[in-house]
Each structure stands twice: as structure tokens, then as C-alpha cells.
């Protein structure tokens, strides 16, 4: 069994997802959108809009500038993307829809979704239907949209606007509707047969094993080195269904074990994954980049901790609201809490921490990227208005 140090499994992870080239030095276009895409498989979509939409930052985070509309034009107006529950709600290259069937199989004959979702489906089979031909008949709807059309049926079907939503969303979970685009981020729910591409949906289904193959074959190529926990993750298959596939793809040489020191499980990589010496990289990343979102792998592989506290009560805050890790080199060295104050026209950083072991050139090199990131945001200047240790060095390097 190859072994590896925490070091180089750290590069391996970083090369992996992209971050050992360099960025351009114009604005990234969409052949390199789609090479952030060949890196991080699919992208995390969150609701939370006190920087920026999350699916936009992993973007930045590799490329620098580019024009997040060109993102929604890839999703939903060429259909290279589309929205489903790939890690989370995600945005997903649509030559991955064969490999998610199986999830919307399992929700459709199991009822393998959220609790309420999975109650309501169980219980009311035929309102979902009900929904499900209001949008073949009335659709692209909006939840919202669907009310107006659902007032006219109280009466046969006892609606409210809670229920129409809660159909729409194990209808989505099934794959019998999906995203036609987003207004003011709100889903607008359409038929799969008018959004995704017809070569796409006439593919051929694999089983479910042979999915999960291919699944974490993606996995280990986007992680680089990952346990079974991690892999299993990435698209959010069960461990236990995963260590099966991973050991066949073991016997078959399309992935070896290896260890890495200090870590307690066996992890896996692509045979032959070169390794890079050094990696340079500079970047913010957005507490949902694939890099760091399974954050026992990101305490194993970079030493360091990190929570998203924006359900934690703010009395009870550690760092604050909305932290964005800060990558230098190949090390995880800071860790800003940011807001854009659209109406002030500022990114606020409302504090900044350094990590013990954070180099001297730590606060340059962040206020070089945080005026990156308000310039590519159209905020005009940068403050930092709160706490922390790294805020006064920040301070004095933004004035610079």
C-alpha cells in the first residue's frame, strides 16, 4: 500500500480541484468554467446571500474575474448544467443525470427524501400527481405561481401554498420535474422532457452499482485522496453502499488504497495521481466549495477546524456570520466573516482571524484578494469594521 504524508495529500487535494494553476490573467471565459467543472464535478447551490450566491465563489476562487451570468447561461439556457441533489441542491453537468437516477428511484419507490417531503407522497399520492399535471399543463411554474393555478381546486384537493410546495419538492427529488431557471433565486419548476436535453434523457440507466462506481471514480478524482466517509460524501452515497464499489475498484486497478499519515481509515486515490511539489495558490473559499465542505476531511488535510456558524446564535459566534477560509500557498492560514454592503458599496469584513501558524505576509496577501473579490463584486472600496486578531494588520495592508 502507498503511503503519503499529510503534505502531500494536502497537494494532491489542492491539484485536484484546480487550485495548482494559475488564474488567468483576464477574465475567465466559459471554456474555463467548464475546466472549474472538470475539477469540482458539480457545484453547491445556497440560499444565503450576504456576500455573493455560493455557486458563484468556487468560480472566483479558481479563476479570478469572470461573469457569473455566463454560469446561468451554461445552466439554464444551453443546458450544460442542470439542478438536482448531487451534494446537496447542486448545479450538475447533465452527462451525470444517468448516474442520479438511482437517487430518484430510491425517492420515488422509498420515499428517500426529507421527512415532511417523504410524509406528504406517502399520504397523499394523488395531490402529487394532481401538482405534478398542473405543471405539464400550466408549467415553467413558480411555487408561487402554482398557488394561483391551486386556489381553484380547495375544495377537491384541501390545498395550501405549503403542500403545493412541499409536492413540487419530492417531484423534483423524483426527477419527474426539474429547474427550468431561477427567478430571484425561486425555482421555476418545469417537465424534465422540455428543460433537459433529449440525448441526455434517452441515455441508458445504469444500476445502481454500477452509479455509485462511477460516482466515487468522480469522487477520487475531484478529491484526489479521500477515505471512504470522503468519497461516499462527495455525491452523498451512504458509506456503507459505497465500500463495496470502492473495493471492487480497487481489485479492478481504477483505484488503489493508500495511507496517509497521521489519518486512522485507509483512503483511496487514482492510480499514478501525480503529485505536485509545491502549490501557489491564493483564494477565498466559500464555506460550500468542494475543497473544504466535508470538514472532518478539512481538519485531517489542512489542520483546521472550521463550523458555519450562521445558525449559531451571535452571542455565541466564534468568527462570525458568513467565514470564508483564506488559502495561501497550501495552507488554510485565515478566516474572514465578509458582507457586501451593497448600499454603502463596500465589502465589510466584519473580522479576520489568523491561524497559529500563518506566515508574516498573511495580511498582504488577503487584502490583495479581498480587493479582487469587491472590484469583481462592483464594491468600491474595502473596510474592516469588526474583530479579530488579523484586523488591524488588515487594516494597515488595505491602506497600503
Known amino acids: 500500500m502507498q503511503s503519503m504524508s499529510v503534505a502531500q495529500a494536502r497537494r494532491l487535494a489542492l491539484a485536484a480541484q484546480g487550485f495548482q494553476r494559475p488564474r488567468p490573467t483576464v477574465p475567465a471565459d466559459r471554456r474555463q468554467l467548464r475546466r472549474v467543472l472538470r475539477h469540482t ?64 428511484k430510491r425517492a420515488e ?43 381553484r381546486n380547495i375544495e377537491d384537493w384541501g390545498w395550501n401554498w405549503t403542500d403545493a410546495k412541499t409536492a413540487l419538492e419530492f417531484l423534483f427529488w423524483t426527477g419527474r420535474v426539474t429547474t427550468r431557471e431561477r427567478r430571484n433565486f425561486e425555482r421555476v419548476y418545469d417537465l424534465p422532457e422540455r428543460v433537459i436535453p433529449r440525448a441526455v434523457l434517452d441515455l441508458p440507466t445504469p444500476t445502481e452499482e454500477e452509479a455509485h462506481r462511477q460516482l466515487l471514480l468522480l469522487a477520487a478524482q475531484s478529491c484526489g485522496v479521500g477515505t471512504a466517509g470522503d468519497l461516499a460524501d462527495y455525491f452523498r452515497i451512504r458509506t456503507p453502499l459505497a465500500r463495496p464499489r470502492l473495493a471492487e475498484l480497487v481489485e479492478e486497478g ?13 483512503a483511496y486515490a487514482l492510480p499514478g495521481a501525480p503529485i505536485p511539489r509545491r502549490v501557489e495558490a491564493r483564494a477565498l473559499l466559500v464555506p460550500f466549495d468542494p475543497l473544504i465542505w466535508e470538514r472532518d476531511r478539512t481538519e485531517r488535510l489542512f489542520g483546521f477546524r472550521y463550523r458555519v456558524e450562521i445558525y449559531v446564535p451571535a452571542p455565541r459566534r466564534v468568527h462570525g456570520y458568513y467565514v470564508l477560509p483564506f488559502l495561501l500557498g497550501d495552507a488554510l492560514v485565515a478566516r474572514v466573516d465578509l458582507k457586501s454592503d451593497r448600499q454603502a458599496g463596500v465589502l465589510k469584513v466584519q473580522a479576520a482571524f489568523a491561524e497559529p501558524a500563518a506566515p508574516a505576509h498573511t495580511a498582504s496577501a488577503l487584502a490583495a484578494e479581498l480587493r479582487g473579490l469587491a472590484a469583481w463584486l462592483g464594491l ?21
Open 41 to 104: 464535478q458539480l457545484i453547491q447551490i445556497d440560499s444565503v446571500n450576504v456576500l455573493m450566491r455560493a455557486h458563484y465563489l468556487p468560480g472566483w476562487s479558481r479563476l479570478g474575474a469572470y461573469e457569473p451570468a455566463a454560469l446561468d447561461r451554461m445552466a439554464y439556457r444551453d443546458r450544460e448544467l442542470f439542478e438536482y441533489w448531487g451534494h446537496e441542491a447542486s448545479l450538475v453537468p447533465v452527462a451525470l443525470h444517468p448516474l442520479l437516477r438511482w437517487r430518484m
Open 380 to 400: 468600491a472600496d474595502v473596510v474592516v469594521a469588526g474583530p479579530g486578531d488579523l484586523a488591524p494588520a488588515l487594516t494597515v495592508a488595505l491602506r497600503a
Open 254 to 266: 481504477q483505484l488503489e488504497q493508500v495511507a496517509v499519515q497521521g489519518w486512522r481509515n485507509p
Open 109 to 151: 419507490e422509498k420515499f428517500e427524501t426529507w421527512g415532511r417531503v417523504a410524509r406528504l407522497a406517502r399520504e397523499r399520492p394523488g395531490y402529487v400527481e394532481h401538482v405534478l399535471a398542473a405543471v405539464g399543463d400550466h408549467g415553467p411554474l413558480t411555487a408561487g405561481e402554482l398557488a394561483v393555478e391551486e386556489e
